[in-house]
């Protein structure tokens, strides 16, 4: 499972009083902690905290100060291509760099696409078009092979490239996870090689009572029909547990009494 951490977000109120006071050390040790916990990659997202004319200057400030304790993947979030740009730009310097992320409209898709091929980067695709959020698992597959065939026609490796089937919030709305799960399913067979598959996890508990047992009873489940990466908080131990044990039990890492340490310290 490619584990992206959740925390280096300006939502959350450690991030974004960091941001506004141009705190380096509360970033870093942020970093620190998820790389520590299990991430692979780190999501960089400024927030709504800071000025839209400000955004793509707190990316790149984020991401340079990030950079500075990691060479790991840096996943840039936020809708706006300028901020986007800005940030890839920034994170490439150091390693590789993940789009987060482009919807299925033909625009926007078509512009992202083109910044990932020049970049060498990642991209995440979300199941959205100008539809919206599309509600069945045969809408989310069809935005799906959208989004590889604007891949192939810029260039982008398919290895590149992320699907996210969209998690809605099971508080709204029940039949989502069960929708979700099976989209998992059906992108596996969109291409070969398949394509990665991503979510962002927290999405789903969002509202709602008991959301880390909400997480990590899904991630199980989503791990079991398929999916290879997720944007999670890594600092939850019991669900990053969890996750290794499905891995396990799936005989995707090979068994030992000591699974967990060695899965870590792989």
Known sequence: MYVIGERINGMFNVIGDALAAKDKKAVQEMAEKQIVGGADALDINVGTRVPKAERAAAMKWLVDTTREVTHKPLSIDNPSLETVRVGVEAAVKGGKAIINS??????????????????????????????GVAATAEGKAEIGMRSLAAAMEAGVSVENVYLDPIILPVNCDQKAPGIVLETIRQFKLLSDPAP???????????????????????????????????????????????????????????????????????
């Open 102 to 131: 482009t919807t299925g409209q033909q625009e926007k898709l078509a512009a992202f696409m083109k910044l990932a091929r020049e970049f060498e980067a990642g991209i995440i695709c979300l199941s959205i078009d100008e539809n």
């Open 196 to 266: 990665h598959i991503v979510i962002g996890l927290s999405n789903l508990s969002q509202g709602a009572s008991e959301r880390e047992l909400i997480n990590r009873a899904f991630l199980t489940m989503a791990v079991g029909a398929g999916l290879d990466a997720a944007i999670v908080d890594s600092l939850d131990t019991e669900l990053m547990d969890s996750m290794i044990a499905a891995e396990m039990l799936l005989n995707r890492t090979i068994y030992s009494d000591s699974f967990l340490k060695a899965y870590r310290q792989r």
